[in-house]
């Protein structure tokens, strides 16, 4: 399969507009640490601002903020093509989010600034102000009464939610209900039919968006691929549901592919914005008007080997097109590939192209999220993105209990207490294969003695995974106790709960001949107190007794105690759950109070 190529974040080219000596000095400050930054000059400062508006993604301006507002007012055109605009004190106290905060990135932006600058972020829109998610903020197209059905969100006003299927959309507040189950929605054509529904297919026992309940003639928020009616109290997201394939003879142009393929939307009544791809065979994947296409609609263009479209079951293969490229089907087969799909819009042609359209039922996301050794400064940024970015949270109570503080209204949650961590594992994936947005908690790095295993054991193929990395407790122990890691060292879990100790201890005695520096987790409890003096004993077979021993407990908490000792001085009673012991190899050393494992270096003069 050729894919586009992977997405990266490329840096937004900022303009720095500034009057003053402090003004250029702070300027300079955002110019050493963003190298895609650039103070913008000119004749006048008012022509300075107006050169970096039109030439830059985003302008950090140090002006006063009703001149930045005079200056700028003739300009603005559109919120989605503007630049984001940051207003910045002359004494860096305050970062302003003035414009585009939502669709320009302005209120991150003034995020940014202000972590360097040391200066608040002040932020007004209305959505990020109380922790809701805006509707243009969530990845997908929006239309129709955006501002107003926002609006009756924030207000606590009734929301229906009318959705052809369950997307993984962020938690919405209490007030944003779906809509009551009603009668199965009328079947889709045939897949050979040229005559869809009227209105467009609809999937059986999907909610009809087009006549969707209101809540007492309220507002309502459509979650659709087709083309619905608009009033002034709608508004409909776009999911990606939607795959075109595309066939086509060599040198195809690409106004005759975009129009094949917008007269067959149309006629079929679904919207391009929920396009999630085109896609079509390999061989066509340097086709210009394919690809000129996939451009202008903002969508990539997958391509597949033709033996994996050969092997889709399709109601109109052609001998003749597997003559020409190996596969009885390109269009209707690209459409299918690559989920659980239906065949809405058979295949279509004109001269030099054919389109097939397929709807891809979603799929559920399931973000598995290290929070860290327990310290909020060392929770990653990632990590609360994606606690903001779930409709379900699940985790073991105290984990949870860490967070509830990130949590958007309306997020569920699902907690429970120590060791029910497969109930735990499943209940995640069971939400997320439902559709949801989860995000499956645990302390540290969740692929470390935590939920990330048993989780990805019962996931399959139909739900997004998404790992994101903590600190573990064991970097953070490290940390505490001065350079213990410096070279080669070993993770050992000491609980025999799900381990035989048999298998624990010739591990413990593998590492211990090997000289790693060795890491214990779960060392001790109240029903396991001897497995830590037994694994000792085997580290000092093959150690100085004056090997320095490291215990870090509670580590980054409340609590936060850390105890050095030896081989031969270290006392398992100080040791329990909540702590770490780090076992230092024949090499580690203690230097100025700190435990220290040589790296080896030799440095030449």
């Not at 022509?47 to 993604?57: F, P, S, V």
Request: no cysteine; charged share 20%.
């Amino acid at each position: 399969m050729n894919h586009p190529p992977a997405a990266t974040d490329q840096p937004a080219r900022i303009g720095l507009v500034a009057a003053t000596a402090a003004g250029r000095r702070h300027a300079r400050t955002l110019a050493d640490a963003w190298p895609h930054a650039r103070l913008v000059t000119a004749d006048t400062v008012a022509d300075a601002l107006r050169a970096a508006w039109t030439g830059y993604d985003a302008v950090v301006a140090f002006l006063a903020t009703g001149a930045v507002v005079r200056i700028l007012a003739p300009l603005l055109g559109d919120k989605r093509s503007d630049p984001a605009v940051v207003v910045v004190d002359e004494a860096a106290r305050h970062a302003v989010a003035l414009l585009g905060g939502h669709a320009g990135g302005g209120n991150e932006l003034a995020g940014r600034v202000g972590a360097l600058l040391d200066a608040r972020p002040v932020v007004t829109t209305a959505t990020d102000a109380v922790g809701l998610p805006g509707l243009d903020t969530l990845g997908w197209p929006v239309e129709g009464a955006v501002a107003a059905v926002g609006r009756a969100i924030l207000d606590g006003e009734p929301v229906t939610l009318v959705a052809d299927a369950t997307w993984p959309l962020p938690a919405l507040p209490d007030n944003v209900r779906p809509a009551p189950a009603g009668p199965p929605a009328p079947a889709p054509a045939p897949a050979g039919s040229s005559a869809p529904a009227p209105g467009g297919p609809v999937a059986p026992g999907r909610d009809d968006v087009r006549s969707g309940p209101t809540v007492d003639g309220g507002y309502r928020l459509l979650v659709t691929d087709r083309v619905v009616p608009l009033d002034d109290r709608t508004a409909v997201l776009r999911p990606p549901s939607l795959v075109a394939g595309v066939g086509s003879s060599r040198g195809v142009p690409a106004a005759e592919v975009r129009g094949l393929l917008d007269r067959v939307l149309a006629d079929a009544g679904l919207s391009p914005a929920s396009l999630r791809h085109l896609a079509s065979a390999d061989i066509k994947a340097d086709e210009a008007g394919i690809r000129a296409t996939a451009d202008a609609l903002g969508v990539p263009l997958v391509t597949h080997p033709a033996a994996e479209l050969a092997a889709v079951d399709v109601p109109h293969p052609s001998e003749v097109v597997r003559a020409a490229v190996g596969t009885p089907s390109v269009a209707e087969a690209a459409a299918l590939l690559g989920g659980d799909a239906d065949l809405l819009v058979p295949k279509t042609a004109t001269a030099m192209a054919t389109v097939a359209v397929a709807r891809h039922a979603p799929r559920g996301r399931l973000a598995i999220v290290g929070l860290g050794p327990g310290a909020a400064d060392l929770r990653t940024a990632r990590a609360v993105t994606e606690l903001r970015r779930a409709a379900v949270v699940v985790g073991l109570d105290q984990y949870v209990d860490q967070v509830r503080d990130l949590l958007r209204p309306g997020t569920r949650v699902l907690a429970s207490g120590l060791g029910a961590e497969e109930e735990r594992a499943r209940a995640a994936v069971a939400e997320a294969t439902a559709g949801h947005a989860v995000a499956l908690v645990g302390s540290g790095d969740a692929g470390v003695y935590a939920m990330a295993s048993p989780a990805l054991e019962y996931a399959d193929e139909r739900i997004d995974v998404l790992g994101v990395p903590g600190v573990t407790a064991a970097l953070a122990a490290g940390a505490l106790l001065g350079a213990p890691l410096g070279h080669d060292h070993a993770y050992l879990s000491l609980s025999d709960l799900h381990t035989p100790w048999e298998v624990i201890a010739r591990r413990v005695a593998a590492a211990a001949e090997g000289d790693f520096v060795a890491l214990l987790y779960n060392p001790r409890s109240r029903a396991r107190d001897w497995q830590l003096g037994a694994a000792l004993e085997v580290f000092a077979a093959h150690r100085p007794p004056d090997t320095p021993v490291g215990v870090v407990r509670n580590a980054s908490r409340a609590g936060e105690r850390v105890h050095l000792a030896t081989l031969a001085t270290l006392d398992p009673a100080v040791v329990d759950m909540y702590s770490v012991v780090v076992v230092g190899s024949s090499q580690t050393r203690i230097v100025a109070g700190r435990m220290v494992t040589p790296r080896g270096y030799r440095w030449r003069p």
